[in-house]
């Protein structure tokens, strides 16, 4: 059974850092991209970032660019958001979801974690 269980949900004020952490299980990550999702309230769901099952390829949301960076430890199934310079705009639930390739896109991801909510106030 593939899970996805991310970490690190958190209430910050607006220009604090958080690292969120996505841990699978049932597949193999060496083979796997995975990427970072968000929803806030009332919109849609917007690609954040995603890296390649190598980690030698990272994509990147416009309105993270320069601010987060994600990365993957493979030893340990584990994948990281490191998110800085938080702003009001990022207040949202965080998904993590693996793909076979890493493409900004949501339909392209077949597996889903449940989600982590992250608060930035002003």
């Known amino acids: 059974q593939v899970q996805l269980v991310e970490s690190g949900a958190g209430l910050v004020q607006a220009g604090e850092s958080l690292t969120l952490s996505c841990v699978v299980s049932?597949?193999?990550?060496?083979?796997?991209?995975v990427g970072w999702f968000r929803q806030a309230a009332e919109k849609e769901r917007e690609f954040v970032a995603t890296?390649?099952?190598?980690?030698?390829?990272?994509y990147y949301g416009n309105p993270v660019k320069g601010r987060f960076t994600i990365s993957r430890d493979t030893a340990k199934n584990t994948v990281y958001l490191q998110m800085t310079g938080l702003k009001p705009e990022d207040t949202a639930i965080y998904y993590c979801?693996?793909?076979?390739?890493?493409?900004?896109?949501?339909?392209?991801?077949?597996?889903w974690g449940q989600g982590t909510q992250v608060t930035v106030s002003s």
């Open positions: 979801a693996a793909a076979k390739y890493p493409r900004p896109v949501a339909r392209d991801y077949n597996y």
């Open positions: 890296i390649s099952m190598t980690g030698s390829v990272t």
């Open positions: 049932g597949l193999t990550l060496a083979s796997h991209a």
